[in-house]
T-cell receptor, first 115, second 111 residues
């Protein structure tokens, strides 16, 4: 029973490039959350998605960041024209459809480094 | 703006002692409270959840919740060096509201 799978685990991009981070939730989970963790900081909520719907994107920067969770396939967090301040660990978490968002299972994270 | 506050530490305790980690939150309507453990470079791992006032015990861990004081704590009895990690307090409202995390408290247990 695989947990939340994230890839790539490590990603290096130069300023101005695009970063795509993928997340496959726990089998049977239909709720996906993305969090960002800057060095020495806590986890900051970015976006909450269900299949084909963005439920809450109040934590997403207004520009350059987007997320989707298509009917088929993993959830994608996309960062366009990356800057050094985007360097962080990006964690995806999922929860089942028959409970609240409360019990999250986290993936191992994707660590983005912007040169 | 919902806020969750934790002392960043490090909190240093000797092996076998009780470690006490504290957390306060700003949103009075919060209903669900969690403690996650995060080892350096790893993902957060849920260790305790608590939903009602009082104490909840699970092995060496005890979570304590006081909604009137907007305060939640985690006690770790018989601390072990393997407990050395950052402990994140997380809070949410009802239903599918998202989790708000504190910055975490680093715990160091010395042999």
């Amino acid at each position: 029973n695989a947990g939340v799978m994230q890839n790539p685990r490590h990603l290096v991009r130069r300023r101005g490039q695009e970063a795509r981070l993928r997340c496959s939730p726990v089998k049977g989970h239909s709720h996906v959350y993305w969090y960002r963790q800057l060095p020495e900081e806590g986890l900051k909520f970015m976006v909450y998605l269900q299949k084909e719907n963005i439920i809450d994107e109040s934590g997403m920067p207004k520009e350059r960041f987007s997320a989707e969770f298509p009917k088929e396939g993993p959830s994608i967090l996309r960062i366009q024209q990356v800057v050094r301040g985007d360097s962080a660990a990006y964690f995806c978490a999922s929860s089942p459809s028959d409970s609240g968002a409360n019990v999250l299972t986290f993936g191992a994270g994707s660590r983005l480094t912007v040169l | 703006q919902k806020e969750v506050e934790q002392n960043s530490g490090p909190l240093s305790v000797p092996e076998g002692a009780i470690a006490s980690l504290n957390c306060t939150y700003s949103d009075r309507v919060s209903q669900s409270f969690f403690w996650y453990r995060q080892y350096s470079g790893k993902s957060p791992e849920l260790i305790m959840s608590i939903y009602s006032n009082g104490d909840k015990e699970d092995g060496r861990f005890t979570a304590q919740l006081n909604k009137a004081s907007q305060y939640v704590s985690l006690l770790i009895r018989d601390s072990q060096p393997s407990d050395s990690a950052t402990y994140l307090c997380a809070v949410s409202g009802s239903g599918y509201s998202t989790l708000t995390f504190g910055k975490g408290t680093m715990l160091l247990v010395s042999p």
